[in-house]
């Protein structure tokens, strides 16, 4: 069993930045770790992805601007938001795969960019 810890979440102004983090707890191989975020009325869609051993994919609304990055020694993983957006409010989700196949989400941090 795996339990994912999010934090980082709040309240920021446009142009503003924010770090989320991701802790996955439990003795087990984690393969990819990623961020998804969900807007009000909308559906959840990946923001960003990363392997064990560092390839990264980003969706088109947020490259250049998002970076994810991990720490394996810890099983945690964060995303490094930068010049936000007011549509970039939504609540994300931290997601994990294991090395097994399952797959585990966040309970969700909601981040709020103002204009």
């Known amino acids: 069993q795996v339990q994912l810890v999010e934090s980082g979440g709040g309240l920021v102004q446009a142009g503003g930045s924010l770090r989320l983090s991701c802790a996955a707890s439990?003795?087990?191989?984690?393969?990819?770790m990623g961020w998804s975020r969900q807007a009000p009325g909308k559906q959840r869609v990946l923001v960003a992805a990363?392997?064990?051993?560092?390839?990264?994919n980003y969706a088109e609304s947020v490259k250049g601007r998002f970076t994810i990055s991990r720490d394996n020694a810890k099983n945690t993983v964060y995303l490094q938001m930068n010049s936000l957006k007011p549509e970039d409010t939504a609540v994300y989700y931290c997601n994990v795969r294991t090395a097994y196949g399952s797959a585990y989400w966040g309970q969700g941090t909601q981040v709020t960019v103002s204009s």
């Open positions: 439990g003795s087990i191989l984690i393969d990819a």
């Open positions: 990363i392997t064990r051993g560092g390839s990264t």
